[in-house]
């Protein structure tokens, strides 16, 4: 755009007080005169810094260069108009939002307010500007930022209620009328209270005006505090509730937020009651293998004890058919000893109270290895362990897990085989993760986890003895000692038995 000279008797600042040339400067909102041609006569350096053009470009063009359209040709008629007419349409001084074009193009909105005065015998006009675009923006993110919250109030699951310091209600959103069976036109400034039942409703009043008086605010909290709302009906619900308070520029205000939780509740007690029937069928279950185990041990010591003399006096007066049933008579007995011997131990699992201290693991090895001397010695097994640390648990129980695991490594081998054992511990996050390995004759994959049920056996009792409750043993124990316990095996492979225990020490003893 070419530089123009400033149009002949334009009104210079020379021309003005230094008062009008002062305010003219130093204005924050841009003033320009034009003349009644649309002429640019003056520009401030508001305006050099709303236009980004500088007073000598802009001076003498016409001031359309600053409007895009439509505001562009508006200008054009009003102009057409004034000379025409004479008469000028002037915006006026109460400002008028209109837009303007800088000098790099972009389009910005400003608030323009236009006065007319005469100078050597001919019209001007003043304009003041002043770029709103800032605020425009801040009109914007206001008006998302409420949208956002309004669409978030109204759209929310959850009751949100706000209340000034009276408890008076101000909002009441959808999800509370569906909550509270009322519209909110109809709580619309009503007390707090018709929503609450005795004794939140005293106990609220009570916060209210302890509020009231000290200023202090007896705020529950955003952590949520269960109480009971009443609803339209009268009837009474347990809800969650959370509150929080802000201040406007009218006072102070309470944000309540609210859930329903009557089908929580209700669900949370039949899954306390369901727990409670659990717990006292397997009491009662546990009770039962113990008596019954208990009280069955002595008819069977009797039969086992009697086909015993009946074997080694009285032999002798039986033909062969006869001595084959007495034996099996008497294997069946001594059987049916172990299976009781086994149960009872497995029912008392649950029944004795546990004395828990520190356990030395490697001790209870050793432990282990002298009550089954004679199967380690018959079987030539060899036992390698890497250093076991200290747990805390019961030392007869975690002799037990260990004693069981490693009587089944020795037993559950193929025949002439040379068994080793080796037991690994390796620390994880919180636990031990201890591992008795084998080089036995595994188990089928369909299998490894059967095999921790009580009586499950993958063999019969004339090809391996046993009773099928070593494992249910094991993980009783595991379990009340916090842990897990699990297999991986597969046939002719060997197994390896796992079992974690939480940690007590954070290193095992070297
Ligand atoms: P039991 O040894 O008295 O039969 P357990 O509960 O100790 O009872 O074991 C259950 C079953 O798991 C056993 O019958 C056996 O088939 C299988 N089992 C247990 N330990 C091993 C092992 N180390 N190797 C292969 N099979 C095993």
Redesign the pocket.
């Known amino acids: 755009m070419p530089i123009q000279a400033p149009p002949q008797n334009a009104p210079t600042t020379e021309s003005v007080t230094p008062l009008a040339k002062a305010i003219f400067d130093n204005a924050i909102d841009g003033l320009i005169t034009i003349d009644d041609q649309g002429i640019i006569e003056s520009f401030n350096p508001a305006c050099e810094k709303i236009f980004g053009y500088e007073a000598f470009e802009i001076v003498g063009h016409n001031i359309r260069v600053l409007m895009p359209e439509p505001y562009h040709s508006e200008h054009d008629g009003y102009l057409e108009h004034y000379k025409t007419t004479g008469k000028a349409r002037i915006i006026g001084t109460s400002g008028r939002e209109v837009s303007g074009q800088r000098k790099d193009g972009t389009i910005f909105p400003l608030d323009l307010s236009i006065s007319r005065f005469e100078h050597d015998g001919r019209q001007h006009f003043c304009g003041i500007i002043r770029d709103i675009s800032q605020h425009k923006q801040r009109e914007k993110e206001l008006r998302d930022s409420e949208s956002r919250i309004r669409s978030l109030v109204t759209s929310t699951v959850d009751g949100l209620i706000t209340i000034n310091a009276s408890g008076q209600i101000d909002t009441f959103n959808p999800a509370c009328e569906k909550i509270f069976g009322y519209s909110a036109a109809e709580l619309a400034g009503k007390n707090i209270r018709v929503l609450m039942p005795e004794p939140y409703h005293s106990e609220h009043d009570g916060y209210l005006e302890n509020y009231q008086r000290t200023g202090q605010a007896h705020i529950i909290g955003t952590s949520g505090r269960e109480v009971r709302g009443r609803r339209k009906d009268g009837s009474e619900f347990p809800m969650d509730l959370s509150i929080s308070r802000y201040e406007l520029d009218d006072g102070v205000y309470f944000c309540g937020i609210i859930r329903d939780i009557t089908k929580a509740k209700a669900a949370e007690d039949s899954r306390q009651q369901l727990m409670q029937r659990l717990m006292e069928s397997n009491t009662e279950l546990e009770r039962f293998a113990y008596v019954a185990s208990h009280d069955m041990q002595e008819p069977i010591r009797m039969v086992a004890n009697f086909s015993e003399i009946l074997v080694n006096e009285y032999q002798a007066q039986l033909d062969a058919d006869g001595r084959e049933f007495l034996e099996i008579i008497n294997s069946s007995a001594i059987r049916l000893q172990d299976m009781v011997h086994d149960l009872l131990q497995y029912a008392r699992l649950g029944r004795e109270s546990l004395s828990f201290g520190e356990v030395n693991l490697e001790e209870q090895l050793e432990h282990v290895k002298i009550n089954l001397s004679e199967l380690i010695r018959d079987s030539g097994v060899e036992i390698y362990n890497a250093p076991l640390p200290v747990v805390s648990g019961s030392s007869v129980q975690l002799l037990r897990l260990l004693q069981?695991l490693i009587a089944?490594?020795i037993?559950?081998q193929p025949a002439n085989a040379h068994p080793v054992i080796r037991i690994t511990c390796d620390p994880q996050d919180n636990y031990w993760r201890i591992a008795v390995s084998?080089n036995?004759?595994?188990?089928s994959s369909d299998f490894v986890t059967q095999?921790f049920e009580p009586f499950?056996?993958?063999?019969t009792w004339d090809a391996i003895k046993?009773?099928?409750?070593?494992?249910?043993v094991c993980r009783k124990i595991v379990e009340s000692h916090d842990g897990q316990i699990w297999a991986n095996?597969s046939p002719g492979n060997g197994?390896t038995f796992y079992f974690t225990l939480p940690k007590t020490r954070e290193r095992p003893p070297q």
């Open positions: 069981n089944n490594a037993k559950y084998d036995g004759i595994g188990i095999v499950r056996r993958l063999h046993g009773t099928g409750l070593g494992l249910a095996s197994s």
